[in-house]
């Protein structure tokens, strides 16, 4: 089944522990996203990449590193966590940076 | 800077009636346009893509329509039904695939 799929689906940690949040596609896209959602402003793009090691900011960068080593995987890393990146965040992958998007389910994080 | 609206925020219809969801968007430079579905705590859920060069896309019951040069596009489901309930969002898709999203229409559908 093509699928995008993130771990975990729900995290707690304590501010400054870092963390890294995982995502795996099955359908041999070039481009993936990082986005997060948060009440009353949407959803956002953290980074993305066009392909394996080239990777780029999105709108809100700050306090978040990507790797692309390989095509499938795109994990976001938190170094040092703090309370304002308590967020819902989700993984995206689409086959060329213009055509149809698909989203993993989601990770839960909460930053205490 | 592309900014995107649904209106409106929220809606409920009884079942069987058709549904309207609007979007617009302020930059008509854009690539595509992707309607989404969203449940309570769960991912998105892709539900059309239209691209730039095209009016209108259609899957099963849904419709959705595309005027880049007033900056609109519309999502008809036609014959609602419960199981319909959930936030449906559009995102228009700019020439680096960044997505920018409206923040969502809410529906419900009553039985």
């Known amino acids: 089944e093509a699928q995008v799929t993130q771990n975990p689906r729900y995290l707690i940690t304590v501010t400054g522990k870092k963390l890294t949040v995982t995502c795996s596609q099955n359908?041999?896209?070039?481009?993936m996203s990082w986005y997060r959602q948060d009440p009353g402003l949407g959803l956002r793009q953290i980074y993305y990449s066009m392909n394996v090691e080239v990777t780029d900011k999105g709108d809100v960068p700050e306090g978040y590193k990507v790797s692309r080593k390989e095509k499938r995987n795109f994990p976001l890393i938190l170094e040092s966590p703090s309370p304002n990146q308590t967020s819902l965040y989700f993984c995206?992958?689409?086959?060329?940076?213009?055509?149809?998007?698909?989203f993993g389910q989601g990770t839960r994080l909460t930053v205490v | 800077k592309q900014e995107v609206t649904q209106i409106p925020a929220a809606l409920s219809v009884p079942e069987g009636e058709n549904l309207v969801l609007n979007c617009s968007f302020t930059?008509?430079?854009?690539?595509?346009l992707q309607w989404f579905r969203q449940d309570p705590g769960k991912g998105l859920t892709s539900l059309l893509l239209?691209?730039?060069?095209?009016r209108e896309q259609t899957s099963g019951r849904l419709n959705a329509s595309l005027d880049k040069s007033s900056g609109r596009s519309t999502l008809y489901i036609a014959a609602s039904q419960p199981g319909d309930s959930a936030t449906y969002l559009c995102?228009?898709?700019?020439?680096?695939?960044?997505?920018?999203f409206g923040a969502g229409t809410q529906v419900v559908v009553t039985p």
């Open positions: 359908m041999n896209h070039e481009y």
């Open positions: 995102a228009v898709i700019d020439s680096w695939g960044k997505l920018q």
């Open positions: 930059d008509s430079a854009i690539y595509n």
């Open positions: 239209i691209q730039s060069s095209q």
């Open positions: 995206a992958s689409s086959s060329n940076r213009n055509t149809e998007a698909f």
